[in-house]
Nanobody, 127 residues
C-alpha cells in the first residue's frame, strides 16, 4: 500500500516557477514508478511526466518538455518532485501524483495503469 500526498501548488504569474512535491508513505516506494498528471476544468486528466522506479528513465508530455523536470529521492525522504519553469496559463490545473508497479514495464501516459493516487494540488498561472 502506498499513500501519496502532494504539496507545493499555488498561484504564479506566467513565466514563473513552482516546485511540486509528492511524499509517499511505505517502505516500497522505490519499487514504484511515479507519474504526474493534471486536470484542468472541463478537460480530461492528462499525462504530464513520469519517472521509473530506479529514476533512470523519465518521460515527458510534449507540452512540458524543456520546462518541467521530474526527479525522485529513494533514499532520503521518499519524495518525487516536479520542477515547473516558464509556466504558462495553460498549465493551470489540479496536479496529481500517482504510482504504478513498473517491474514488467509500464504504459506511462495511461492513467488507468496507475495503482495509487494523491489528492491533488492546485496550480494556477495568471497571464
Amino acid at each position: 500500500q502506498v499513500q501519496l500526498v502532494e504539496s507545493g501548488g499555488g498561484l504564479v504569474q506566467a513565466g514563473g516557477s513552482l516546485r511540486l512535491s509528492c511524499a509517499a508513505s511505505g517502505r516500497t516506494f522505490m519499487s514504484y514508478g511515479m507519474g504526474w498528471f493534471r486536470q484542468a476544468p472541463g478537460k480530461e486528466r492528462e499525462f504530464v511526466t513520469a519517472i521509473s522506479s530506479s529514476g533512470a528513465r523519465k518521460y515527458y508530455a510534449d507540452s512540458v518538455k524543456g520546462r518541467f523536470t521530474i526527479s525522485r529521492d529513494n533514499t532520503k525522504d521518499n519524495t518525487v518532485s516536479l520542477q515547473m519553469n516558464s509556466l504558462k496559463p495553460e498549465d493551470t490545473a489540479v496536479y496529481y501524483c500517482a504510482a504504478l508497479d513498473d517491474r514488467y514495464g509500464a504504459s506511462w501516459a495511461n492513467d488507468q495503469t496507475y495503482d495509487y493516487w494523491g489528492q491533488g494540488t492546485q496550480v494556477a498561472v495568471s497571464s
